[in-house]
């Protein structure tokens, strides 16, 4: 896909089906069926684009990057620096505010270890701002990716502030109004998008209120920067993170995007090699951000491969990918919601959403309900998506999830539906 169509036109099916041309999994069977990939929320397929450019840097360029003299070495940094240029362009950040680190997960804990290490001194008075303790307190939601709760809870428990949530409604909505940030706030935690629910958050509410009190905002982008436009400058966020396997990227590669005042005052979360100017038995000084934060050998075939995967979105054109996957998203949940004895989680809440959808079918395991699912070769994923406290705040143990990318189609989506149908009737629930 390398010509640019107007951000106002749908992508067409005749697109779409060219599209799938570029993921050979795509054109597998599973159990005897045509794959139905529909477990994009939790990793993404990869185009032959991305993963030629991951063979092709290990084929041509391989080696370590800002380290040795030989042209090999030099090369490979050149490519892993432009890749960081890339995801910065895609993001609406400078080259700078980018720092590697292995997934989502990673990101957000090294932004909590940073701000527990400020609060124990490291970073000095430069640092003085990020220092929390008893008395201050880091908000939340009850919507969250466990990814982006409990390094929340581990940070509260080494400075001693207070952890607050957000709570959801009965549909799943956030309580904005009991959106607990007042003069005590120093972070606010906030997935962009939910992984379950699959609705587009208000965040610039919460981000303007945190801001109003000072607070610093870190915004959860794994579900909403493979899918939809994203402007964290636009957005006025401190951090974000996202994770390269949910964007057509390969797994071992995600980033934090940090404004870059914040990067260059915060003290380092992993420490050793390449991240410093000079060392001595007792101390070392760190480089400035991002190496301070990517110390040890990096993963440059992954950066390379991740660069080539935005390449491939931005060619495509995200404003359409956001459209087709809306479109896709409420026929998941119309489609879903109008099936006896199936409840869609968070059906209710009036908000954009992309292409995700988790439902509850009471009487029905959600793991029976994705073998029954797997065996016509629809993928799906299963149990709680590491968001425990929301399933519990609505009253279920697990749910199935179908998610979409650009590759998805209707066909796929109405397959999933057909499924979900067969399913009810195969274990004689319906009411
Ligand atoms: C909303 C959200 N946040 C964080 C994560 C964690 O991503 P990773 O496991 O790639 O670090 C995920 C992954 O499912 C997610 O959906």
């Known amino acids: 896909m390398s010509t640019t169509i107007p951000a106002d ?35 993404s397929q990869r185009p032959l684009a991305v993963l030629d450019a991951e063979r092709e840097f290990a084929t041509t360029l391989n080696s370590a990057v800002h380290r040795g003299a030989h042209t090999l ?103 904005l109004d009991e959106a607990t940030i007042n003069e005590r706030t120093k972070l606010v935690a906030i997935t962009h998008v939910s992984n379950v629910l699959g609705v587009i958050n208000p965040v610039e509410q919460i981000i303007a209120a945190a801001h109003e009190v000072g607070a610093l905002v870190l915004l959860d982008a794994c579900q909403s920067a493979p899918h939809l436009p994203l402007d964290v400058r636009a957005l006025d966020v401190d951090f974000a993170v996202l994770s390269g396997h949910k964007m057509l990227g390969p797994t071992g590669i995600g980033a934090l995007y940090g404004r870059r ?70 026929r998941l949940v119309d489609g879903l919601s109008a099936i006896d004895g199936v409840r869609v989680l968070g059906a209710g809440i009036d908000l954009p959403r992309v292409g995700l959808a988790s439902f509850d079918i009471p009487g029905i395991h959600s793991h029976d309900v994705g073998q029954f699912l797997d065996d016509r070769g629809i993928a799906v994923r299963v149990g709680h998506h590491c968001a425990q406290p929301l399933h519990r705040r609505l009253g279920v143990t697990s749910s199935t999830r179908a998610s979409t990318y650009l590759y998805s189609t209707e066909a796929e989506v109405d397959a999933v539906i057909e499924g979900v149908v067969a399913t009810i009737e195969f274990f004689g629930v319906r009411s």
């Open 73 to 175: 070495a030099a090369e490979a940094t050149e490519v892993f620096e432009d890749a960081r240029g890339t995801l910065a362009r895609f993001i609406g950040a400078d080259d700078d505010e980018i720092v590697w680190t292995s997934n989502a997960t990673e990101a957000i804990n090294l932004v909590a270890y940073s701000l527990s290490n400020a609060s124990i001194g490291r970073g000095g008075a430069a640092a003085a701002r990020l220092r929390m303790g008893p008395g201050d307190e880091i908000v939340t939601t009850e919507m969250e990716h466990h990814a982006n709760l409990i390094p929340w809870q581990e940070l509260a428990a080494r400075t001693g502030a207070t952890l607050r949530v957000i709570p959801i409604d009965d549909d799943g909505a956030l309580r």
């Open 261 to 330: 005042e914040l990067l260059e005052v915060m003290p380092p979360f992993l420490t050793g090699g390449s991240m410093i100017t000079t060392v001595t038995t007792t101390e070392a000084e760190y480089l400035p951000p991002p190496q301070r934060f990517e110390a040890g050998t990096q993963r440059v075939s992954q950066a390379v491969a991740l660069a080539a995967a935005i390449d491939y979105l931005t060619a495509v054109g995200m404003p359409r990918i956001a459209d087709h996957e809306e479109r896709l998203g409420r």
């Open 9 to 43: 036109l749908p992508l067409t099916d005749a697109e779409i089906l060219r599209i799938r041309e570029d993921f050979p999994i795509l054109q597998t069977e599973v159990n005897g069926h045509p794959l139905v990939y529909l477990d994009s929320g939790a990793t």
